[in-house]
């Protein structure tokens, strides 16, 4: 399977509770888990994934999960509507072959891109994606943060009751990650952004993922005091219990 994934019209991701876990055979080595220094430019960040994912499934590399932060930039999925780009001179915009809608990355947001060879673990998109909605999900509950799927709408989302609602008959949510992906010969690239810190207003430049009706929001817009160190401790915890054995916490405290 090459090319990108649009998973808006899939159905039923939330009742696919019992396939969440996505693991590997048995005795398979742990996924290899790196964390970037600074900003990472996203071209080079692409370069990296596509020779990543065709040493995968060459079998001389691997699984990987690699963290980053960029600088602030937006990006196009394959479905992107040029209208959606409501700023078009605020930022960088770069087309990249994921699937989704437009994006925002920048400084206080943790990207995570995610290489795994699905013809180890499962040949199934719409059970690959539930689970990197597992991953995020059990990574929030470790900050008491309630995260949520929607079937008409990728990513995990919080409901904000505090806040007034857009849609008649329906509370406030706030979108706190995306998820993008992209399959080339069942070995997955891109990932997931989870919402640490960044510069919520740089998403007015773009109609986030094609949805107007609903808002951007971080954990610490949420009011918890959490650092990136945090984050990332998280997600490896969660990422282990979704998706089986990665390098180890003591490897993460020494990078």
């Given at each position: ?29 742990p996924v ?12 080079f ?56 809608e ?124 959490v650092?990136?160190?945090?984050l ?10 979704v ?13």
């Amino acid at each position: 399977m090459s090319g990108p994934l649009t998973i808006e019209n899939s159905t039923a991701r939330d009742a696919i509770t019992a396939s969440n876990l996505f693991f590997p055979p048995d005795g398979s080595p742990p996924v290899e888990w790196r964390i970037a220094d600074g900003l990472t430019d996203y071209d080079f960040a692409v370069a990296e994934m596509e020779a990543r994912a065709a040493a995968i499934r060459e079998g001389t590399a691997h699984e990987l999960v690699w963290l980053v932060e960029h600088p602030p930039l937006y990006t196009a999925g394959t479905s992107a509507d040029p209208k959606d780009l409501v700023a078009p001179d605020t930022l960088p915009v770069f087309q990249t072959g994921r699937g989704g809608e437009y994006t925002y990355h920048g400084p206080g947001q943790r990207v995570a891109y995610v290489m795994l060879d699905l013809k180890r673990r499962r040949e199934d998109v719409r059970a690959f994606v539930a689970a990197l909605e597992e991953w995020i999900i059990r990574t929030l509950d470790r900050f008491n943060v309630k995260g949520e799927r929607r079937e008409d709408r990728v990513g995990v989302w919080v409901v904000r009751p505090e806040k007034p609602s857009t849609v008649p008959g329906e509370p406030a949510e706030d979108k706190i990650a995306a998820i993008g992906i992209r399959l080339r010969k069942w070995v997955s690239f891109h990932g997931i952004a989870i919402n640490h810190e960044p510069d919520l207003s740089h998403y007015g430049g773009i109609v986030p993922c094609g949805i107007a009706d609903h808002g951007v929001t971080s954990l610490v817009d949420l009011g918890l005091p959490v650092t990136m160190h945090d984050l990332d401790l998280a997600l490896l915890e969660a990422f282990r219990e979704v998706f089986g054995p990665a390098a180890t916490a003591q490897t993460l405290n020494n990078r």
